[in-house]
């Protein structure tokens, strides 16, 4: 009995203690909102996970921007960065509550300060409030019922709301006025400067950016494109394919030529 008390006490030792159980970080979760630039709002979609020994990993897609990685944090708040060649997005945010983050970002080219914020859809992850007990409704003493009136068919109430489609051409007729008003004669010649003064293939950045510049001022379906965040008009994403330019050159284009030069 003695050998096996003590067989069982040696297992025990050698085992050591058992280890800290990880726990799970308040930031963890799939956060949806938007973002909100003079120019417009955009949607912001981040998902944060936590690998099993405890990192967190992080892939925010927004609008207009693209997808980022690798988020850096340091207590409630959050980094990330994209870059290429072209533009340099650095987003900042403050996790103000479990269920809220709140922030801004800003892109080289435009070189505006812009707000965002995104709100944890995870329900298991958000803290549960202690429900309040029901107050008994008071009864209401009966009233009496009033003969309907019902009124008279005019002219506004047969008008119907404009549709969403109706919208988006009236907010891309704006926006092909607007860039129309700035173009010049070297518009083009500028544009190009701007995106590939830095490039490392002069020739292949030229010809890319001036083909998402002739689309831009020659294609109606363009600022149709930038109105409705290329869901109405698609284009490819990041990359120009099958003969058309991407969709982030374009964007880029549009807000370079139509940026506020006043001092």
Known sequence: MRAVLFAVA??????????????TSPFVGHWVGSEHCSYGDGSIVLDIEQTSDGALST???AAGVGTLHDAIFSGDTITMNWTNFISRVVFVGKF???????????????????TWFAVNQTPSLQPQQPSQPQQPAAHAA???????VEPAPSSQTVQQAPSETDMLKARADRDRAKLKAHLGSDTRAQAIKQFCE???DQAACSARIGRAFDYLTESAFATLTIASRNKAAPLPAMEPAAGLPSYYDVYQIYMFVTRDTSP
């Open 10 to 23: 040696a297992l025990a030792v050698l085992a050591g203690p058992a280890p800290a159980q990880i726990s």
């Open 59 to 61: 892939i925010m897609k």
């Open 96 to 114: 103000v509550s479990p269920e809220r983050v709140e922030g801004t970002y800003t892109e080289s080219v435009m070189g505006e300060t812009c």
């Open 142 to 148: 009966p009233m009496a019922a009033s003969p309907t």
């Open 198 to 200: 830095f490039a490392p």
